[in-house]
């Protein structure tokens, strides 16, 4: 078993392959019916679909906002597109813990101190608040992740580090 030091906490997931089935028969035997199906009982917890544009941000990645509003500050969900050979800045993100959903493509990861560490699409990392991190597409084509925060994304919080700094 590999040990990591507690300032750099690393976890990578890997998707295990599941075969599932529909069932032969239904849950219910109602019928669904749309007229009496209600979404929620409290609208304001459904937030309507911003326009998602996809932006260059400063790390070295393109952000498109998928979740990140002021009204829930306890979480943001971003999809993150690093293009193929690129390295994003060494950071950190204060009082943010962060996990990466690795879409499609694949990279190193690098957290702390450790070493750089393989990522493949069905992978999932998660990276405490303050910890240094960064990623390298080693593919061919876009490395797409999801980048979920708790509590959300501010930038105010996002700390660009030098090379050396962990």
Known sequence: MIHFPMTAFFSIKRKAAVVDSYPSQPHSSTPFNPESTTVSKHPETIAASPQVREYYFREGCYISELHNQPGDQACSVARARVTAGTTTRRHRLSGITERY????????????????????????????????????????GDLLFLAVCTPRFQEACYQELEESET
């Open 101 to 140: 959903l690795i879409l499609e493509g694949s990279g190193l990861v690098e957290l702390g101190s450790s070493p750089p560490r393989p990522v493949r699409a069905g992978d999932s990392v998660l990276i405490p608040a303050g910890v240094s991190q960064r990623i390298t597409n080693n593919g061919q």
